[in-house]
Each structure stands twice: as C-alpha cells, then as structure tokens.
C-alpha cells in the first residue's frame, strides 16, 4: 500500500502542532511535547521527520481507530477477529523494521521503543479483552477517551479483587441452588455473564467517591433474580416465595403464572467506604426495554426534586441483553433524546450483556452490524 497520501496529511498536522510548540510548549499534549524535544531538526528550523516515523505514526492512529477488530472479546472462541489493516504492509513497514527505534513511540508513553515494543503495546491496549471503539465520536469525546484509556489502565486494588471474588462467588451459588431446586423454572440465569455483580458494586463504591447518591436501574430479565438478591439485597425469602407468588401481595393470586418475579423491582441504601449510595431497580414489564424511558424518567426527577443540575449525583444504569438493544426500537428513540434539554440525564451507563444467543437466535440471524451496540453511533 502506498500511504504517502497518509504521511502527507500526518506532516501537515505535525508541523502544525510543531509550530504551536516552538510558541508555547505547553500548548500541545505532553505526548507531542515529548516527541518534539526528542526528535533531530533539520537546520532552519525545519522539522525534520523520515518517512518510517509517519508511517509509525499511521500505524498508532490505526491502532486507536482500529484495533478493537482483533479484541478477545469472544471467550467462545467461536469467531476469530482479523483486521488485515493492522498488518505492517499496510503501512510501508515490514519486519526488517521491528528492531528500530522511533520516537514517535512517545505518543502512547514509549519514546525511541523498537517498532516490536511499539506493536507489542499497541495490541496489549487496544487487541485485549477489554478495548475501545471511539472513531465515530466527535474529536473532542476522542481524545478524552484515548487519553484515559492510554494513560490510566484499569486496575483492580487487592480489596476490589477480594469484593470482585466475593460477587461472583455469591452469584454462583446462588445459579446453582436455583437450578437445583427450581428445575425447569424460567428464569434467565447470569451465568455467563456474572461479571454484572462485580461491575455493578464497583459502579457505587468509586461513583460514591465522586459524589455520586443514587443509581437508577433499568434491568433486563437475564441475571434479574441474582442482581435483587446479590446487588440490591432482597432477601431471599421473598425471592423463593416470588418463584412460586408474589409474597409482597396482601391477597394471593388463584391464577398466577409465576412470571412476575420478572417485573419486580427493589430499592435499597448500599454503604460505601465514602457515605450511603441509594439504589433503585424500576419495575418492569415483559416487554424488555419499555423500561428505558421509566427507568430515565425517574433519574430525571430525582434530579430535579435534588437539585442536581449538574446531573452528576444521580446516575442510570440501563441494562440489556444484547439481541433486545439491536432489535428493539425504543432503545434508539431513547438514545435520542439524551441531547434533548428538556429530557436529558446528563448521561446513562448502558451495559449489554453479550451471550451470544437473542433467546433462540444466533447474532448473525439477528442484525446487520457486527456489534449490537452501533445503534449508539447514532449519537
């Protein structure tokens, strides 16, 4: 591939950035800032970049836009993810060149690294199990994304791995004894997908440390009776008394079908390290994501009733299965109105538990995109 089209537009936008160093050093990200007081200049006060650091320069921006096509993001292993424009062709590179040093490495914390080292990091950030894809947002939301997710890697301290292990193993348990004892009866195990216990505990204890007081839940049915017992903290009596009846109801019912417990909702006080977080699950019916809008309507009054106007205080949290937010067009009619003033909640963390299987359809037989998820692009 010829990339001196590529190498053409990156210089520009090098000798822009160069010229704004030479004014104010400040004025350009610490990344450039590095690259420029590391590089030769040719005399004059030219910058002096070779063609092979512009088409390492190529290859990073790929990586950032790109990379995510080669992520594990399947434990399966049913599928195997190949981004042919990842390969170092593509770029004028080959591996006579993983053994140089270039300093455009800088820009993602490897200044004068080896093409190998590069690479090597390059795929540890973007090519694992847990990765980005960001192109499609405006430039700014970009480079907030990139920059966080370059410079802060997750980690886990030995107390969130220890309250990870305890949620997952409470979510565990409690699978296995409802399907021991409730052999046959619906209801949409997490298995698989367990890692929703953890994500949500971790959720409140570090948003309680930013001042965050309530979460409102928009919940899916898969993994409804483990996050009611093991995140919100409904005893179990009345969840195994719900697989049979209601218990909350003054009067039984002669004909119930025993599909409520799906509906049920909960709300509970979570203790914190940093104060007492409110959490509140929406109930909802069994048309899945009908309770986006209910779930989003009340973050919105809360925060009004609050005085949160900075909408930072109370937070949803909508939770789908992944072929119900591809397939259901209430989810992009609510998308739609996060920018709208009059509706907005200053944001939603939606999480879309992906097992693989839309009930009894296979991803390929359900949509036309490859993630679920690009309905999002939309905004």
């Not at 030479?22 to 063609?51: H, I, M, Y």
């Not at 190998?116 to 894809?133: F, S």
């Not at 309680?208 to 996050?227: P, T």
């Not at 008394?241 to 209601?246: A, E, I, K, Y």
């Amino acid at each position: 591939m010829n990339n001196e089209a590529i190498n053409i537009s990156n210089l520009d936008y090098i000798e822009l950035l160069y010229t704004q160093f030479k004014t104010n050093p400040a004025s350009v990200e610490t990344e450039w800032e590095r690259f420029f007081e590391g590089v030769e200049f040719a005399q004059g006060g030219k910058l002096g970049v070779s063609d092979k650091e512009l088409s390492v320069l190529s290859l990073i921006q790929t990586y950032r836009a790109h990379g995510f096509n080669e992520a594990a993001l399947d434990p399966l292993g049913l599928k195997k993810n190949t981004a042919p424009e990842l390969e170092l062709k593509y770029f004028g590179l080959s591996d006579k060149d993983l053994d140089t040093k270039f300093q455009i490495g800088s820009l993602i914390g490897k200044a004068n690294a080896t093409l190998r080292d590069i690479v090597a990091h390059l795929r540890k950030l973007y090519c694992g199990t847990l990765t980005i894809q960001v192109s499609d947002t405006t430039p700014e939301t970009e480079k907030w994304f990139i920059r966080e997710f370059e410079n802060n890697a997750f980690k886990l301290s030995a107390d969130e791995k220890k309250a990870a292990l305890t949620a997952l193993s409470r979510a565990e348990v409690l699978e296995k004894f409802l399907h021991t004892r409730y052999v046959g009866q619906k209801r949409f195990s997490v298995e698989g997908g367990d890692v929703l216990l953890p994500m949500m505990d971790l959720l409140v204890q570090r948003g309680s440390k930013l001042q965050l007081k309530e979460v409102v839940i928009g919940m899916a049915h898969r993994g409804r009776i483990n996050m009611l017992v093991n995140f919100m903290g409904k005893p179990l009596d009345l969840v195994f008394g719900d697989l049979n009846g209601p218990m909350e109801l003054e009067q039984p019912l002669d004909d119930f079908d025993g599909d409520v417990k799906y509906h049920l909702g909960y709300k509970t006080e979570k203790e914190t390290a940093t104060g007492s977080v409110k959490a509140v699950m929406a109930y909802n019916p069994s048309h899945l994501e009908t309770v986006n809008g209910i779930a989003l309507g009340m973050a919105r009054a809360v925060q009004k009733l609050s005085n949160d106007k900075t909408r930072k205080q109370v937070v949803p949290v909508l939770i789908h299965g992944y072929a119900a937010f591809a397939g259901q067009g209430v989810v992009f009619e609510t998308l739609q109105m996060s920018n709208v003033d009059a509706y907005t909640v200053g944001g939603t963390i939606h999480i879309v538990i992906d097992n693989q299987v839309g009930f009894t359809t296979k991803p390929e037989n359900a949509r036309s995109t490859r993630f679920s998820t690009e309905v999002a692009k939309s905004i």
